[in-house]
């Protein structure tokens, strides 16, 4: 029921429940409803109140599954209330056993990792390292997806482009990062690679945007195609007159 509670977002109903389970159960079922208890406050921004309910189940005795579960959501916990050192160390750890979470917990290492501008290439490294291992197809993407976030934020637009092509192009897409991918590219000295991925974009989003005319009006530059470089920027002009990058 606490489930059905959460599924139709009647999420205080769903807690209560939980917690109730959780008092009047015991073992593994009590643990399990905490845990549930947990998870819902931690996906409702209540990350403080979940905390001590999930240390408690990290070292659990009554199910395996249960203690890695909350372990890993512990992490998560930390980084949410600006504990990343404990966060980090956590996941290193986490990574260690090789259990369920182990790949999710080398990820999201990493990343961490990567909000720090003294180690972008620690990070780096790490995410070339989970690719290198990783033999599910669509996991290997969404590695390569975080990793060229990663770059991209931190202005490493060399190794952003190299990922962009390890993510590909659907992808890139549903997070609406194909002209981000496109700008890492050119940044890149890639004209070539910037193109193709404005190309996909404009497949994808018909109407032109300022940003996109810009963009496109750089590539065609770098390209050494003068008349589709002017072509770009007179649409900029005269569609978007306003528009501070006119």
Not at 31 to 49: F, G, H, M, P, V
Not at 178 to 185: E, I, K, M, V
Not at 186 to 209: C, G, M, Y
Request: glycine share 4%; with cysteine; hydrophobic share 45%.
């Amino acid at each position: 029921l606490a489930e059905c509670y959460e599924r139709l977002e009647r999420d205080k109903e769903a807690r209560a429940l939980y917690k109730k389970v959780s008092l009047l159960a015991k073992g593994e079922r009590a643990a399990a409803a905490k845990l549930r208890l947990a998870i819902s406050l931690l996906e409702n921004n209540e990350a403080a109140q979940a905390l001590p309910i999930l240390d408690t189940l990290s070292v659990n005795r009554d199910s395996k599954d249960i203690r890695e579960a909350a372990q890993y959501r512990l992490a998560v916990c930390y980084e949410a209330v600006n504990r990343p050192r404990d966060a980090e160390a956590l996941y290193k750890y986490i990574a260690s056993q090789k259990g369920k979470y182990a790949a999710h917990a080398r990820l999201a290492q990493a990343t961490l990792i990567a909000k720090t501008a003294s180690r972008h290439e620690e990070a780096e490294k790490l995410y070339r390292e989970i690719l290198a291992a990783e033999t599910n197809p669509d996991r290997k993407k969404e590695v390569a997806l975080a990793a060229f976030s990663g770059a991209y934020r931190s202005a490493r637009y060399p190794e952003a482009a190299s990922f962009a092509k390890e993510v590909g192009e659907k992808l890139l897409a549903k997070h609406a990062l194909l002209l981000p991918a496109s700008w890492a590219a050119l940044r890149a000295n890639r004209p070539d690679e910037a193109r193709i991925w404005l190309s996909a974009d404009k497949v994808v989003n018909a109407a032109a945007t300022p940003g996109r005319l810009v963009l496109e009006g750089a590539v065609f530059t770098a390209l050494g195609n003068e008349i589709g470089a002017i072509t770009a920027y007179e649409r900029l002009l005269s569609e978007f007159p306003n528009d501070p990058q006119a």
